[in-house]
């Protein structure tokens, strides 16, 4: 015999306050009707998601099939822990002879009802894994490839190549690989910074005449781009959460919510003076993900 049932059938317990009436059938068909409601409004949010309605329609179903699972749940266990008080007398002379604890909560059709519940949760579970495809299709390697190849000239914008003696002291500018201008994922930071000497982590093979660094453009914190640069303490930020990175340093963040360094691009020049990548990056552009 179960705790429940043993708690049943006990006459030494006294009811003293029932704020509820006990568990019935239509209990049963409350739990019964929010375990439907939960299930349909969950079908509803996914109909409602793909037909691209409005959030208004969409999210009325969320909310009402959360609160018919919670419903459903709160009175499900109901009769397990039902509002009733009950008195245990001290002394046996004392037992109560009115009414037995046996009227509390007779147990009716609960694996009928708890199966109901569980077919609801899934379907509404189910039903909230709906927004997955819209998230378009994985990155897969497309950020551990950029277009930069040993030889690849930098040019600007305007697709002009650029000689290391024509960048200015103390500037930057957005440069791409040759050919593959607006490749988001291969733009690049060019910096020339004044007198300040380079410092580990940077990779000094890949700085030209003592003064001349690139890094990737891709903010390694959500992937904005990078292009503010401060000369007096050579540090470059993102705009969109304010990261800021050194650029002497390996191009380190020194703050904000990012934890990488920008990646260095292997940079060289050519016969001829002109800016060309070493190769591709070494390492993941923009945010790592795994
Ligand atoms: S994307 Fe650059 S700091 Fe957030």
């Given at each position: 015999m179960s705790d429940r049932e043993a708690e049943q059938t006990r006459p030494d317990l006294t009811i003293v306050s029932e704020e509820t009436p006990p568990p019935s059938q239509a209990n049963d068909a409350l739990v019964l009707g929010s375990a439907i409601i939960a299930a349909l409004a969950g079908v509803g949010f996914a109909v409602g998601l793909a037909l691209r309605t409005s959030i208004t329609v969409y999210g009325t179903a969320l909310a009402i099939g959360l609160l018919a699972l919670g419903f459903g749940i709160r009175r499900y266990f109901s009769d397990l822990f039902p509002d009733i008080e009950a008195v245990e007398p001290r002394h046996p002379e004392q037992q109560a002879t009115e009414e037995p604890v046996s009227a509390i909560a007779p147990l009716q059709r609960r694996s009928l009802l708890r199966n109901a519940l569980i077919g609801a949760s899934g379907v509404f579970g189910l039903s909230l894994l709906s927004p997955v495809p819209s998230l378009g299709p994985a990155p897969g390697d497309a950020l551990r490839t950029t277009d930069w190849r040993r030889g690849t000239r930098l040019v600007t914008t305007d697709g002009e190549p650029i000689r290391a003696d024509n960048v200015a002291s103390g500037g930057v500018a957005t440069v791409w690989p040759e050919g593959s201008i607006n490749n988001e994922i291969s733009a690049v930071i060019l910096v020339r910074v004044g007198d300040t000497e380079f410092k580990d982590p940077?990779?000094?093979?890949?700085v030209v005449n003592n003064e001349l660094v690139a890094y990737s453009k891709?903010?390694?914190?959500?992937?904005?781009p990078v292009g503010l640069f401060r000369e007096t303490d050579n540090a470059l930020f993102c705009p969109c959460h304010q990261s800021t990175f050194d650029a002497v340093r390996g191009a380190i963040p020194t703050f904000g919510p990012t934890a990488r360094a920008l990646p260095q691009l292997p940079l060289g020049t050519d016969a001829e003076g002109f800016l060309i990548a070493l190769g591709d990056f070494t390492e993941q552009v923009g945010p790592a993900y795994g």
């Open positions: 940077t990779n000094f093979d890949w891709v903010c390694t914190h959500a992937g904005c």
